[in-house]
């Protein structure tokens, strides 16, 4: 089972953190820059996914996707909830957090914990001013601190910036990385929120 060299001495387990909920067309385009990498795991998150992403998820495990498991939820969706399910279920020292229509480069993981244990970060994000704020890595322990990502914010967004907020809050640093050079799916705004019961994604944005 691989697991992420870091330097120092040490090596740290990383679990990749994906959730998937109509998105399956996407994950099946990006699941393999993750897997591409030297993880200890990627769990997909199927939160009632009317793709069925568990068994095409499953379909693949015997194949390429030893490191993937496939959790089931049927709730409307809520991405601070289905990041924290995947959270608990993992196992790694560090979580990365990707939504799935998210594709990284080679080493992307890598970096991100170089970077984090060479300025003591317990969280590192994408620096971006777009969709891509969302992309994280933060320590198992930083998340257990704060009890993972706010659940009670249902609408679309912010909860990336609330759940950094809360870790500084909390007295733990964290830091910005640019040129990560991640491959976005572009999709209208009907795609982000079809499956929030605010269908505008401005007004959406506002229930957080």
Not at 122 to 128: F, N
Not at 156 to 169: H, K, L
Request: proline share 1%; hydrophobic share 40%.
């Amino acid at each position: 089972m691989a697991i992420a060299a870091t330097g120092a001495g040490a090596v740290s387990t990383v679990s990749i953190v994906t959730t998937c909920k109509g998105r399956l067309q996407h994950l099946k385009q990006t699941v393999w820059s993750m897997l591409a990498q030297d993880v200890h795991e990627v769990l997909v998150v199927d939160y009632g996914c009317p793709d069925h992403v568990a068994e095409w998820v499953e379909s693949q495990a015997a194949q390429k996707l030893q490191f993937v498991r496939a959790i089931n939820n049927t709730d409307q969706f809520n991405g601070s909830r289905a990041r924290n399910i995947g959270a608990r279920h993992s196992t790694g020292d560090y979580i990365a957090f990707l939504d799935a229509d998210v594709g990284i480069p080679f080493g992307y993981v890598d970096r991100f914990i170089r970077e984090m244990k060479w300025n003591d970060w317990q969280l590192a994000c994408v620096a971006s001013n777009g969709n891509l704020n969302g992309q994280c890595v933060v320590a198992r322990k930083a998340w257990e601190s704060v009890r993972g990502l706010d659940e009670g914010m249902v609408g679309w967004g912010f909860d990336d910036i609330d759940f950094y907020d809360r870790i500084q809050r909390a007295g733990m640093s964290w830091g910005k990385l640019e040129n990560c050079k991640l491959s976005l799916i572009v999709h209208g705004d009907e795609a982000s929120t079809r499956f929030h019961e605010e269908k505008d994604k401005e007004l959406s944005a506002k229930r957080n």
